[in-house]
């Protein structure tokens, strides 16, 4: 039963094993999880070394290698299912799990948009996507100059919506609400239901300039976060060491 503590959160894996013999030098020390591939001549595992074989197999424990050069060892075939049973606390919350980054954790990312002419726009472009579920907690530029021309007369409007065309922000810029020079700004209230993200869901940008407006270069800047389920989140962690599915979550104490 393997044991890991996660945000002060304990959780424990049943580990599926297999009785394999393996061979080494005698007095070798192979630790626990060591790769082990397969040698076809004798079906023996050894470890891994040759590039040009794939590694099947974990070493579930250290030992070291007796005298007769070879030993059978319990191992985790790798690319299977490991865990059996995912046990973990009821007072666990979405929140005591982390996602990819971190508990519920936001990323931030900054995307360069190009210095227009005074009255050019940009039509509704592909400048982010998600690749988790996510929701948007926040967008706003970081501009890199100053504007000028902006005025009743000749606004500039900085449009964020999906991959459906559904707004999720908009911001425009007139006589009383000036872009801001050379520092960030946010663009405004998020549309509660269009910032959240289906998996693979892109993000559109428009820019709408009158004649005499001219906005400098600016960095869009989104802050989101993943909202995958925990489950999906505690199977990306497993994944890494190995374990691509969970076939049981159970709550047991």
Do not use: C
């Amino acid at each position: 039963m393997a044991t890991e503590t996660i945000n002060n959160k304990q959780f424990r894996i049943s580990v599926e094993t297999t009785p394999k013999t393996i061979k080494a030098s005698s007095g070798t020390v192979i630790t626990e999880g060591t790769l082990l591939s397969l040698d076809e001549s004798d079906g023996k595992l050894e470890v891994w070394s040759d590039l040009e074989k794939r590694p099947y197999y974990i070493a579930n424990s250290t030992f070291t290698m007796p005298a007769a050069g070879e030993m059978l060892q319990d191992v985790v075939k790798m690319g299977t299912v490991r865990a059996d049973k995912l046990v973990y606390p009821s007072t666990l919350g979405i929140n005591d799990i982390p996602a990819e980054g971190g508990a519920n954790s936001t990323d931030t990312v900054l995307i360069p948009i190009e210095d227009l002419s005074a009255g050019a726009d940009i039509a509704a472009r592909n400048e982010f996507v998600s690749l988790l579920a996510s929701e948007i907690v926040e967008i706003g530029i970081l501009t890199k100059g100053t504007s000028s021309g902006v005025d009743d007369s000749n606004t500039a409007v900085i449009a964020i919506a999906d991959g459906d065309a559904n707004a999720i922000v908009s911001k425009t810029y007139d006589t009383a609400n000036q872009p801001p020079d050379t520092t960030y700004a946010s663009l405004g209230t998020l549309d509660a239901t269009h910032k959240i993200l289906t998996a693979g869901e892109l993000v559109t940008i428009a820019v709408t300039q009158g004649t005499t407006a001219n906005l400098p270069a600016f960095n869009l800047v989104i802050k989101y976060k993943n909202t995958i389920s925990a489950q999906q989140t505690i199977a990306l962690m497993l994944r890494e060491v190995g374990i691509e599915a969970i076939t049981t979550l159970e709550n047991r104490y």
